[in-house]
Nanobody, 125 residues
């Protein structure tokens, strides 16, 4: 059983930056691809793919909405995955979740084995 805990969310002005962290415990972190998803207000049934990173950290993929602005990274020694978010837009406002998938990554939320509780990011205009 892998437990995931996100932190780093908050309120930021449009154009600003935030860095999210997700710490994993209870499993072999390096065996898992890690991803970030988000769920916007009013879209409780939709989790949008944000970014994924493979076990070694050299394979990264991004959702179209965040390409060029967000960067995913991981530190296997610290069992932690990060999401650096720059040039934030109001439409980035959402609850952000990290997720772990054994083996290779995916942009499909249903394929993930473990989820964190989420951290709220609010971008004001």
């Amino acid at each position: 059983q892998v437990h995931l805990g996100e932190s780093g969310g908050g309120l930021v002005q449009r154009g600003g930056s935030l860095k999210l962290s997700c710490v994993a415990s209870g499993g072999a972190f390096a065996d898992y691809a890690m991803s970030w998803f988000r769920q916007a207000p009013g879209k409780e049934r939709e989790r949008e793919f944000v970014a994924s990173i493979n076990f070694s950290g050299n394979g990264k993929h991004y959702g179209d909405a965040v390409k060029g602005r967000f960067t995913i990274s991981r530190d296997n020694a610290k069992n932690t995955v990060y999401l650096q978010m720059n040039s934030l837009k109001t439409e980035d406002t959402a609850a952000y979740y990290c997720a772990a998938k054994y083996g290779s990554g995916s942009s499909r939320a249903k394929e993930y084995d473990y989820w964190g509780q989420g951290t709220q990011v609010t971008v004001s205009s």
